[in-house]
């Protein structure tokens, strides 16, 4: 994959979706949550037609802090998982990512400076001021292998009403763990999001 990776949310859409491309502008897959459901059910396609599934991402139980998100491939087969490091992400988004067969962690997503987020959603709350924060805060978050090793670095753009980041590659990663990586950073995006 030619870095860096970008990604771009719709701005008009009942269902959250975003793409992901290349620097080259080549698109690597397209993401859509399903609207109006208590689990999170997201779906990973391969065009942004939206014809061509690639993988789901289903949370194990409905509105939890600590919920379970698994990759599933088009035959069923887990792929790899993700989770939210309970009272850690309070107040410093924290994930670990797995590969299909947990408990054992390949990655894990750490917010750089939480205070980013506190001041886009207290500033977010004044109005006008309100509608210039996101050009003023960017949070950043690293993707890490266990042992603190850097992979990825995921940051914000400056930008209105459409929520674009960036990702940077920080060190060699083979295909199927990048790949896992960046499900888990997609899925991290869209619950980060949510939170403000």
């Known amino acids: 994959m030619n870095y860096p990776l970008q990604i771009n949310f719709k701005i008009l859409a009942i269902a959250q979706q975003l793409s992901l491309t290349e620097a080259t502008g080549n698109l690597i897959f397209y993401v859509k949550q399903k609207a109006f459901k208590l689990k999170e059910a997201v779906t990973v396609f391969a065009d942004e037609a939206m014809t061509r599934p690639w993988f789901t991402i289903n949370a194990d139980r409905a509105i939890d802090f600590r919920a379970n998100y698994t990759f599933t491939d088009l ?65 950043s978050y690293l993707i890490t292998r266990p042992d603190g090793m850097p992979y990825l670095r995921l940051k914000k753009q400056p930008s209105f009403v459409g929520r674009k980041f960036t990702i940077d590659k920080l060190a060699h990663l083979d295909q199927t763990e990048e790949l896992r ?16």
């Open 75 to 139: 035959s069923g087969r887990p792929f790899g998982s993700m989770r939210r490091l309970g009272k850690k992400s309070l107040w410093k988004a924290s994930y670990e990512i797995f590969d299909g067969y947990q408990p054992n962690p390949v990655g894990i997503i750490r917010e750089e400076n939480p205070w980013a987020k506190v001041f886009d959603a207290v500033l977010g709350e004044i109005p006008i001021l309100g509608v210039f924060t996101g050009y003023l805060f960017h949070p």
């Open 181 to 196: 990586l960046l499900l888990g950073v997609m899925m991290m995006v869209l619950l980060e999001r949510a939170r403000g």
